[in-house]
């Protein structure tokens, strides 16, 4: 994975009633209520290579996102609420790459995710990380339009007191040759109930590169018998370890220290 | 003077027996070596002295300076100053050394844990031991090779100060250069702090820098023989077999007397 820190940060809260604005790297605009369905619609294009960083702190409960995207970026997402349902849509296009880090803090939520990578060479770098206390249900659909397009999906999370379920699919049609499609999925589950990941590949073309993985389970005992051994307590080792697995691979320092606040907040 | 005194252990996992009556004392400023065939329960025993829940006690006792800590947990053990040095060191994804260690020596030092001394004695240890920098921060043994998986499990022990020190054989992995570091600084270590030290290996090479004070032939998950340093060297010429066709009716003598001693 490269990344490249670019300069400008633009961020966005949806904290309060957001009104449209332009700047030389993004467009967003925001309608009260899409016609169809009565669900806000937030729409953001890149235009320019940026950071992007959205805000969403629980003051909308249903949301619809539209981010295209038309050159490099990275974008970091800050989800925290008590109940939401919310629907992502990315298309790239330009041969863009984006990198996608997101953090959800929340109790309930349903969450749609759909990404077309719509020109040769778009390139997506998904890592969402969650700390689960109820429920939360994600569903991924993954369109590799164009050839050579590239995909590249983490979901990691832990299940502290709730119940997380995970669907992803991957799809590549006929004749989209030279994509790579990787899903990599685990949820650590430090409770007996039920958490499930559904990883799914579409794929009618024999031209690609296809891989996904899912694990379902606790922290290995012996990872958890070594960090015992240098004297660190079942708690503090439990709290090194999210940390790894959470921490690892997330890139915004706002980002970081709130993860590290809650992991703190929960096993300390 | 710290003693770790092991009494008629016997321990097994999955329902098989892998140490049988075992007996052992070690005292600060010993260093005992345990060698025999694989197999015979050597790495079991550090892993049992160290609270492994992955095995059952069945009987016997383990005692440190008196104090039974059979019912400790491992965290427990390791903060009375028992220290483990394993020999397939884990690889943990996210948990960088540096945090690892902080976490090992905050929880050890509590109030007392001050971070500057921690950052000045780490980078004296990493340059004594010969380690690259960059490793403090990088994911804790992730992407190190044998060697180095060994080196940090020999930094770790320099940073905690343990008084008993069990080190499951250290020597594997290590090329000829980073066995001379790692021996050197295991008996440096034991002069500093007169350190009660159980080495377990199969090899004389790790013992031309560790000097042992007793030595030990385990075979069938039991002491069959004990010795001074010449026992390496008719182990080294006869190897195990010969030896324990020889010590088989005298190594179960030697149990027997030290559980009579009892």
Redesign the interface.
């Known amino acids: 994975m490269s990344l490249r820190k670019w300069l400008v940060m633009n961020k966005i809260v949806l904290d309060k009633e957001l009104k449209d604005y332009t700047n030389s790297d993004i467009e967003v605009s925001y309608q009260k209520q899409s016609d169809l369905l009565n669900i806000p619609c937030l729409s953001i294009k890149v235009n320019n290579k940026t950071d992007l960083l959205l805000e969403l702190n629980g003051y909308i409960d249903k949301i619809n996102i539209d981010i295209v995207i038309n050159c490099d970026c990275n974008i970091y997402i800050d989800c925290t609420s008590d109940d939401m349902k919310i629907k992502y849509h990315y298309s790239i296009n330009n041969s863009s790459k984006c990198n996608v880090y997101k953090y959800n803090q929340v109790n309930h939520i349903n969450e749609m995710c759909v990404v077309d990578l719509d020109s040769i060479g778009s390139d997506i770098e998904y890592i969402f990380k969650s700390i689960c206390t109820y429920k939360e249900n994600y569903d991924y659909v993954i369109n590799h339009n164009c050839q050579n397009t590239i995909s590249n999906i983490t979901n990691n999370g832990v299940n502290k007191s709730g119940a997380m379920n995970i669907q992803i699919s991957g799809y590549i049609p006929k004749n989209i040759i030279g994509c790579t499609c990787n899903q990599n999925n685990r949820i650590i589950n430090l409770t007996n109930n039920k958490c499930e990941i559904r990883p799914n590949l579409y794929i009618d073309c024999d031209d690609v590169n296809a891989n996904h993985s899912a694990l379902i389970g606790k922290f290995d005992d012996n990872e958890m018998f070594y960090l015992n051994s240098r004297g660190i307590s079942e708690i503090d080792a439990t709290n090194l370890l999210i940390k790894g697995f959470i921490l690892n691979g997330m890139e915004n320092e706002d980002i970081l220290k709130k993860i590290t606040k809650d992991i703190d907040k929960y096993w300390r | 003077m710290d003693t770790l005194k092991i009494t008629n252990l016997s321990v097994s996992v999955d329902d098989k027996v892998i140490i049988k009556d075992f007996n052992l004392e070690i005292k600060s400023g010993e260093i005992h070596v345990i060698m025999g065939p694989n197999g015979t329960g050597k790495s079991t025993l550090t892993k049992v002295i160290?609270?492994?829940?992955?095995y059952q006690v069945l009987k016997g006792d383990i005692k440190f300076n008196d104090k039974s800590i059979k019912e400790l947990?491992?965290?427990e053990r390791?903060?009375l100053g028992i220290?483990?040095g394993?020999q397939s060191?884990?690889e943990?994804?996210?948990?960088t050394n540096a945090?690892?260690l902080r976490?090992?020596i905050s929880?050890?030092e509590q109030d007392n844990f001050k971070l500057f001394e921690f950052i000045k004695e780490l980078d004296k240890t990493v340059d004594y031991l010969k380690m690259n920098k960059d490793m403090i921060h990088r994911?804790l043994n992730q992407g190190f090779s044998g060697g180095e998986r060994k080196k940090n499990e020999i930094l770790?022990m320099y940073m905690?100060k343990p008084k008993c020190i069990l080190l499951d054989e250290i020597d594997s992995g290590l090329d000829v250069d980073s066995l001379k570091i790692v021996g050197n600084a295991v008996m440096d270590y034991y002069k500093e702090y007169n350190a009660s030290i159980l080495v377990i290996t199969h090899y004389q090479r790790l013992l031309n820098y560790i000097k042992p004070t007793h030595v030990h032939v385990m075979n069938n998950g039991t002491i069959v023989k004990s010795g001074g340093a010449e026992l390496v060297k008719e182990i080294e010429q006869n190897g195990y077999v010969k030896n324990n066709k020889k010590v088989e009716s005298l190594g179960t003598c030697v149990v027997k007397e030290m559980v009579s001693h009892e």
Do not use: H, S, Y
């Open positions: 160290m609270g492994d829940k992955n947990t491992t965290d390791a903060r220290f483990l394993m060191p884990l943990i994804e996210g948990v945090d690892f976490t090992a929880t050890k994911g770790q905690l």
